[in-house]
């Protein structure tokens, strides 16, 4: 079986059709390819074969080029990994000019036989730069269907022509969504777009492409880039309007960057310099620069957590073998914040939920949530009022413990304190069945714990979301000492369910995101009491690719919850309790009443409606500015260590059991800054023993919290890195 078929109908039109075995999308892997470009030989030498339509065998077109592929294209290079991966990459050219040349003379432009695309549904990255190659591109009027270039989102850039010839197609402004953010359209929008043709009934597609094949004449076949005189879209860059174009993107790249993401800056130097020669010399160009990001360690860190190991989690690398745990009735205990958001994601994939609040007023506010939730919906034509109506029927909002009869997963999401959650737990033991498991959604009690108050301690376990529960990606599962298998893989079984991302780990103190995240806002914080700049802070964080400063984060999530933590901490640690000066900052924060962005004052100043002005003025007061400031490395070093020798120390102690769990779940849970691939993958970027380096020198300037770990020490002496020691841990 092979990926690609070809087969000639009566009229002379060969289909040649995509249909990779044993795989739900077709991915483009570099045997495919060779294979296609076989085909595309045969039918061009062919006289019986008057053109071509490149169609799949399933209900979508293609995800893209499978990844695992691109991983491991540097490893497959050879000695010189970048003359291999430029050379492939020019073959990848190669093949898909051949398709756009069409066999005709170069002369006269004539004689070539044309070739259309048929997008049954989806088409991604390689999918959409495939059928950019040919002559026109059809796609049936599937809404469903996504259409685009993704590739930005895994840290590389479409290399495989999608860069320079969307640009040329519609001009650098038109293509900079689709090209830097990704974006993608469902066929009427990609066709409005200028992406693609033709949309079509899905009946009508291949005799729609078939018919504009036979019809085509030789100009037809001839891409305006290879006609003479052509000029792109909007200017090149030394046209006026051009210059305003490029000079604008250059900022906007570097301004959504922070100039941490090598493809974006890689992507549009691909385009400003393609611009400015022929066509085929940009596509050397493109070619070089997409080398150049997959030579740079941030795009296989992205496409290794982003794309490969966030899938693997997703399907279940780490759960146990037990039979299918697809939950069927879920109950939510507390109809708050949370579990208003745990109902909506669960009704909304298709979940019968029963949302119990102490007062019935309470319950009705929490599903009245996702009412609202699906009314927005409609007004952004993302929803329609049958789908609301839907999943609001699958909604029970009640007192009543015993309308959880039936429930095969509880989770409780009620205040946070042990005697009201211990309560909770035994009045739902008395209503469900036995084979029930129970969650708690606490983000500070231990676990193991809470599950004392549980008569059946090895179904009791942790099930911690991110707030908002609708847009964060991210839950951790958390093994209590008791917990059993059938629990965790009931935990991950839901979470599929709800297609989120899941890591499990084991019971201590914060789990592993908030333990990571807590010293990152308290190294910043600790900085405002030593009279570092805020301004300086916040824009280090920014500069070294983390989505929102240590201030601005705390902020977000509140200072009085900030101080709630503090106490609880230094109530359970005693004398070994090392944040005294954050505490300092923080409690006189909140003294002064300002609490965040939900008191409009914080570490920032607010306006009247609630937005966002600049750093709090009054801070310098307090706090007054030292005359001299530490260089932008050191604050950068102060706030990266501050978590990831958290994660380190996660490992060593078992918290974490896996480092692909540490590395995604730092992406998706607090935004670790995603170039890096994570925590670990960083550690493997700038090496162990510089890490090491580094912790000796922090920990003399700065006090023993940064002293470097068993674990990286022995690493670093033994210059190993994470992912090779451990990968290999794993597989023995
Ligand atoms: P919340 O105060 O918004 O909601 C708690 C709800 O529980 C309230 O509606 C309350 O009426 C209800 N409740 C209290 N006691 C009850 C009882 N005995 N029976 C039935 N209902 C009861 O709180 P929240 O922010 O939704 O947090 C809930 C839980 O989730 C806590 O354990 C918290 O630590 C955890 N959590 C919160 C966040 C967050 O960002 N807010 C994130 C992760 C986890």
């Not at 071509?52 to 000695?79: C, P, Q, R, W, Y």
């Not at 007004?379 to 095969?408: F, H, M, N």
């Not at 209503?431 to 969650?439: K, L, P, Q």
Request: charged fraction near 25%.
């Amino acid at each position: 079986m092979t990926d690609f078929t070809m087969t000639t109908d009566a009229d002379g039109v060969a289909v040649i059709t995509w249909d990779v075995p044993n795989k739900s999308m077709n991915v483009l892997s570099l045997e495919g390819l060779a294979h296609l470009s076989d085909l595309i030989d045969q039918a061009h030498a062919d006289e019986a074969v008057k053109g071509i339509v490149i169609t799949s065998g399933k209900d979508t077109f293609a995800g893209g080029m499978d990844l695992n592929v691109i991983a491991k294209m540097k490893e497959s290079a050879g000695d010189d990994p970048a003359k291999g991966l430029f050379e492939g990459t020019m073959q990848m050219h190669a093949i898909l000019r051949k398709i756009e040349l069409a066999g005709m003379d170069p002369k006269t432009q004539k004689g070539g036989k044309p070739t259309a695309a048929a997008l049954p549904g989806t088409a991604l990255g390689i999918g959409l730069e495939l059928p950019l190659s040919t002559h026109r591109i059809f796609a049936a009027d599937n809404p469903k269907a996504k259409i685009g270039l993704p590739e930005i989102l895994v840290g590389i850039f479409p290399g495989a022509g999608g860069t320079t010839r969307l640009s040329r197609k519609l001009g650098a402004m038109a293509a900079s969504p689709l090209l830097l953010e990704g974006k993608l359209n469902d066929p009427k929008k990609a066709k409005a777009a200028g992406v693609i043709d033709e949309v079509v009934p899905a009946e009508d597609l291949l005799a729609a492409a078939k018919a504009w094949v036979l019809d085509a004449k030789d100009a037809d076949l001839v891409k305006p880039w290879d006609q003479k005189g052509f000029k792109i879209p909007g200017g090149t860059p030394y046209h006026p309007a051009g210059f305003m174009t490029y000079v604008g993107a250059s900022a906007m790249v570097n301004g959504k960057t922070q100039g941490v993401y090598p493809a974006a800056k890689a992507m549009l130097s691909a385009v400003y310099e393609g611009a400015m020669v022929p066509f085929d010399t940009a596509l050397k160009i493109e070619a070089r620069w997409f080398t150049n990001v997959l030579m740079n360690p941030s795009s296989g860190a992205m496409i290794r957590s982003l794309f490969i190991n966030k899938e693997a989690l997703e399907k279940g690398a780490n759960r146990p073998k037990v039979e299918d745990q697809k939950v069927k009735k879920l109950g939510v205990i507390g109809a708050g914040m949370m579990g208003a958001g745990i109902t909506l994601v669960s009704a909304q994939a298709g979940m019968e939920v029963v949302l119990i609040d102490a007062t019935q007023e309470a319950a009705d506010r929490g599903k009245a949530y996702t009412e609202k939730y699906m009314d927005a919906g409609i007004a952004k034509r993302k929803a329609t009022p049958e789908k609301k109506e839907q999943v609001l029927s699958l909604i029970t909002a009640t007192t009543d413990y015993a309308a959880l009869s039936g429930c095969d997963l509880i989770i409780e999401a009620v205040f946070e304190d042990p005697t009201v959650k211990a309560d909770v737990t035994a009045k739902v033991e008395a209503a469900v069945g036995e084979d029930c498991i129970f969650a708690s959604n606490t983000s500070t009690l231990p676990i193991s714990m809470l599950a004392k108050a549980s008569t059946r301690p090895e179904q009791f376990i942790g099930i911690h979301f991110f707030s908002p529960v609708e847009k964060m990606m991210l839950v951790e599962i958390i093994k209590g000492k008791a917990t059993g298998e059938r629990a965790v893989a009931k935990a991950l079984d839901y979470v599929r369910q709800i297609r989120k991302t899941p890591i499990v780990v084991n019971d201590a103190r914060f789990f592993y995101a908030n333990r990571c995240i807590i010293p990152y806002i308290n190294e910043g914080i600790r900085m405002v009491a030593e009279g570092v700049e805020p301004a300086l802070i916040e824009n280090a964080a920014k500069l070294v690719g983390m989505p929102l400063g240590p201030l601005q984060l705390v902020d977000e999530t509140s200072i009085d919850l900030g101080v709630k933590i503090a106490k609880a901490t230094k109530a359970a640690m005693g004398d070994a309790y090392p944040d005294g000066a954050v505490d300092e900052v923080l409690f006189w924060m909140a003294d002064e009443g300002r609490l965040g962005r939900k008191s409009a004052a914080g570490f920032y100043a607010y306006d009247e409606k609630g937005k966002r002005q600049g750093l709090w003025d009054g801070l310098a007061a307090k706090y007054p500015v030292a005359d001299e400031q530490p260089d932008l490395h050191t604050v950068q070093h102060r706030l990266l260590f501050a978590q990831v020798l958290e994660a380190v120390r996660a490992l060593e102690e078992g918290v974490l059991e896996d480092i692909r769990e540490g590395d995604v779940g730092a992406i998706l849970g607090w935004g670790f800054a995603p170039w890096s691939g994570g925590p670990f993958s960083w550690l493997d970027i700038i090496g162990t023993p510089y890490a090491a380096e580094v912790c000796d020198q922090l920990t003399e300037a700065y006090g023993d919290r940064f002293a470097c770990p068993a674990l990286l020490r022995e690493m670093a002496d033994k210059g190993q890195e994470f992912y090779n020691r451990f990968a290999a841990e794993q597989a023995a």
